[in-house]
C-alpha cells in the first residue's frame, strides 16, 4: 500500500465549477501536509500548506483530519488556468524531512 | 535568484551505459531530496539528505543506483549500468524550511 494515496482522476469539469481532491495518508507520524501542482512537463510547485484548522487561498481550501489521516483540497470557481496535476504531499521528520508524494489528481477543466 | 539547478536537462543513452545526473541546490538550503517520476508510479523518493548526510535511502531501487552529495552545493544520482526500466523524469528538489523547491528535472531514455 502506497503511503499516500489519491484518486487519479481525471476530473473533468466546466468552468465555474467547485471540485473536491481528497487523500489518505498512512503513516500516523507524518506532521505537516501540503498540496502541490504540476503542469504536464514541469516540475511540481507548492500550492498550500495544509494546517489542523483548515485554511483557504483564494478560491483554494484545505482541510486535515488527522484522526482520519484525510486531506482535502476544494477549489472554488475553477478557471481554464487551474488544469493541471494537483499532488497530495506528507512529510515527517527523521532527522530530515522525509517528504512524501502522492500520484497526484489530474483535473481538466473545460469553457 | 537562481533556483534548483540540474543537468543535464535531456539523455538518452544506451542500456548498460553509466548514467550521472547532476543537481545543484539553492544556496542556504541544508535538505535535498532526489526523486523520480514516471507515469505508472508517479512521483517516487529516491533519497534525501539532510546538511549532507544521506539520511534514507530506502527508495533507492537497487544497488545499481547511487546517490552523493560532496558538498553544500553539489549533489549526484548514478545509475550503473542503466536499464530501460530506469527511464524516467529525475527531480532533484532543495529545502530549508519544509517547502520544496524542484529543479526542472532530467529526462532518461534508456534504449
Not at chain 1, 507524518?30 to 494546517?51: A, G, H, T
Not at chain 1, 470557481?77 to 497526484?104: E, H, M, P, Q, W
Given at each position: 500500500r502506497k503511503e499516500v494515496e489519491q484518486?487519479?482522476?481525471?476530473?473533468?469539469?466546466?468552468?465555474?465549477?467547485?471540485?473536491?481532491?481528497?487523500?489518505?495518508?498512512?503513516?500516523?507520524?507524518?506532521?505537516?501536509?501540503?498540496?502541490?501542482?504540476?503542469?504536464?512537463?514541469?516540475?511540481?510547485?507548492?500550492?498550500?500548506?495544509?494546517?489542523?484548522?483548515?485554511?483557504?487561498?483564494?478560491?483554494?481550501?484545505?482541510q486535515l483530519n488527522r484522526a482520519s489521516q484525510y486531506i482535502s483540497l476544494l477549489?472554488?470557481?475553477?478557471?481554464?488556468?487551474?488544469?493541471?496535476?494537483?499532488?497530495?504531499?506528507?512529510?515527517?521528520?527523521?532527522?530530515?524531512?522525509?517528504?512524501?508524494?502522492?500520484?497526484?489528481t489530474r483535473l481538466f477543466v473545460k469553457a | 535568484d537562481a533556483g534548483v539547478i540540474q543537468s543535464p536537462r535531456h539523455e538518452v543513452t544506451e542500456m548498460g551505459q553509466e548514467v550521472t545526473l547532476r543537481c545543484k541546490p539553492i544556496s542556504g538550503h541544508n535538505s535535498l531530496f532526489w526523486y523520480r517520476q514516471t507515469m505508472m508510479r508517479g512521483l517516487e523518493l529516491l533519497i534525501?539528505?539532510?546538511?549532507?548526510?544521506?539520511?534514507?535511502?530506502?527508495?533507492?531501487?537497487?544497488?545499481?543506483?547511487?546517490?552523493?552529495?560532496?558538498?553544500?552545493?553539489?549533489?549526484?544520482?548514478?545509475?550503473?549500468?542503466?536499464?530501460?526500466?530506469?527511464?524516467?523524469v529525475y527531480f532533484c528538489a532543495s529545502s530549508s524550511t519544509g517547502e520544496l523547491f524542484f529543479g526542472e528535472g532530467s529526462r532518461l531514455t534508456v534504449l
Amino acid at each position: 500500500r502506497k503511503e499516500v494515496e489519491q484518486d487519479p482522476g481525471p476530473f473533468n469539469v466546466p468552468e465555474g465549477a467547485t471540485v473536491a481532491f481528497n487523500c489518505t495518508y498512512s503513516n500516523s507520524a507524518s506532521q505537516s501536509f501540503f498540496w502541490y501542482r504540476q503542469d504536464c512537463r514541469k516540475e511540481p510547485k507548492l500550492l498550500m500548506s495544509v494546517y489542523s484548522s483548515g485554511n483557504e487561498d483564494g478560491r483554494f481550501t484545505a482541510q486535515l483530519n488527522r484522526a482520519s489521516q484525510y486531506i482535502s483540497l476544494l477549489i472554488r470557481d475553477s478557471k481554464l488556468s487551474d488544469s493541471a496535476t494537483y499532488l497530495c504531499v506528507v512529510s515527517r521528520n527523521t532527522g530530515g524531512f522525509k517528504t512524501i508524494f502522492g500520484a497526484g489528481t489530474r483535473l481538466f477543466v473545460k469553457a | 535568484d537562481a533556483g534548483v539547478i540540474q543537468s543535464p536537462r535531456h539523455e538518452v543513452t544506451e542500456m548498460g551505459q553509466e548514467v550521472t545526473l547532476r543537481c545543484k541546490p539553492i544556496s542556504g538550503h541544508n535538505s535535498l531530496f532526489w526523486y523520480r517520476q514516471t507515469m505508472m508510479r508517479g512521483l517516487e523518493l529516491l533519497i534525501y539528505f539532510n546538511n549532507n548526510v544521506p539520511i534514507d535511502d530506502s527508495g533507492m531501487p537497487e544497488d545499481r543506483f547511487s546517490a552523493k552529495m560532496p558538498n553544500a552545493s553539489f549533489s549526484t544520482l548514478k545509475i550503473q549500468p542503466s536499464e530501460p526500466r530506469d527511464s524516467a523524469v529525475y527531480f532533484c528538489a532543495s529545502s530549508s524550511t519544509g517547502e520544496l523547491f524542484f529543479g526542472e528535472g532530467s529526462r532518461l531514455t534508456v534504449l
